[in-house]
């Protein structure tokens, strides 16, 4: 994706656990057809956890070289998302505001959302059947989003961040399925190679970084959760 290689870093991360997140681990673990969830995707908050996570993602922000250090921050507008941002920026000494972009969303489910693999092959088993057939990235959910349209607003928000954004450093905070999309993009990958990256989780308040090398970025680290050591593990 060329007009990326404008930018001297672009760093992203996932919000930090939500209590979504923890009501679909217990929906998994129980066989369970929704999630039951009640909030829109949209309004739903972190999780304690999720907070300190943020915290830790804060103070690595802090300690990383000063010519490292992130000169932009946008966000997700979901409150997940935006709330690991503020509570991040609230751990370091530089004062950055947070632009909120709606590109960065998570994807949209459409009719499907809510609802867990056992809850979709039971109550819509002509989607699961179309997604097998068309195949996970052009699978598009009646009234959501395929991974391809993901990647079509996607292409727009960087394109537009290159113009505006030429030689910062760049922090996104988003979704799983954003910093998988910019891999995609970044790093020009296949189809295959995409779906082959997004079966291993992105792990909450991960860092994933690419650096300019060249006429190009360059990976730095992926799915990086170092900073993350010292909290404790969700039950």
Known sequence: MAPVKALEWLNLTRHGESTANIAWREAHAHGLEESGITERD??????DLGRAQAANLGRWLAAVPADERPTLVYSSPFRRALDTARIALDETPFDLPVQIDERLRDRD???LEGLTGAGIRRRHPEEFERKLKLGKFYYRPP???SWADLALRLRSFYRDLAEDAAGQRVLVVAHDAIVVTTRYLVENLTEQEVLEIEKDS?????MTRWR??????????YNDVAHLAKIPASN
């Open 42 to 47: 949209a309004d739903v908050p972190l999780s």
């Open 109 to 111: 489910q459409g009719i």
């Open 143 to 145: 009234a959501g989003e």
């Open 212 to 221: 300019r090398g060249g006429d190009r970025l360059t990976p730095v680290v």
């Open 202 to 206: 992105i792990a909450n308040a991960s």
